[in-house]
């Protein structure tokens, strides 16, 4: 088996596509879409089931600020 390494920058840029292409602006619907990416990432075994899910999902939804502050203007 592949050894998988997760990588949270590389998961929050992630993110933060998804988010603007789902046009996810507030911190309500980024909180979800952080569980529902890293749902998907544990789903497909690019995540290991022994990571500290709680730290590393309270790890990007603490970035919310950062992405808030790239939106690029309406």
């Known amino acids: 088996m592949d050894n998988i390494v997760f990588d949270l920058e590389e ?13 996810i602006f507030e911190k309500e619907g980024w909180d979800e879409l952080v569980e529902e990416v890293l749902d998907e ?19 990007l939804q603490a970035r919310f600020d950062e992405f808030a502050e790239e939106i690029p203007e309406m």
Do not use: C, V
């Open 11 to 23: 998961t929050y840029i992630e993110l933060k596509e998804r988010a603007l292409e789902e046009g």
């Open 41 to 59: 990432k544990r789903e497909f075994a690019e995540l290991d089931n022994d990571a500290d899910w709680t730290e590393i999902q309270e790890a």
